[in-house]
Nanobody, 129 residues
Framework: EVQLQASGGGLVQAGGSLRLSCAGSGFTFDDTAIGWFRRAPGQEREGVSCINNSDGTTFYADSVKGRFTISSDNAKNTVYLQMNSLKPEDTAVYYC??????????????????????WGQGTLVTVSS
């Protein structure tokens, strides 16, 4: 059974850092993509970042570029999202998901939720001002 487990959320002051983890089971990370999404209260789900291990590419939303870094430890089947210089507007529930990398144009549409087949439960990140 394919499963994803996100963890690492918490409460942090503005300017602080958190590292989220997404642990997977039932599949290997070597040839798949893992994306991070977030949903703030009253807002749509937003693609934050993605790492495509099949070709080594990474992607970031403009709102997090330069502050967030995604990485993958394929031996541990875990993807990390290092979040630095956090802002109150980063407050949201963060989800990780497995990408449909066999889909043509996946990289072009990495931030679109339908490009992902399996979702983990969310982890709450709260940034206080």
């Amino acid at each position: 059974e394919v499963q994803l487990q996100a963890s690492g959320g918490g409460l942090v002051q503005a300017g602080g850092s958190l590292r989220l983890s997404c642990a997977g089971s039932g599949f290997t990370f070597d040839d798949t993509a893992i994306g991070w999404f977030r949903r703030a209260p009253g807002q749509e789900r937003e693609g934050v970042s993605c790492i495509n291990n099949s070709d080594g590419t990474t992607f970031y939303a403009d709102s997090v570029k330069g502050r967030f870094t995604i990485s993958s430890d394929n031996a541990k089947n875990t993807v990390y999202l290092q979040m630095n210089s956090l802002k109150p507007e980063d407050t949201a529930v963060y989800y990780c998901a497995r990408g449909r990398t066999g889909t043509k144009w996946f990289n072009s549409y990495w931030s679109v939720p339908i490009m992902y087949s399996t979702w983990g439960q969310g982890t709450l990140v709260t940034v206080s001002s």
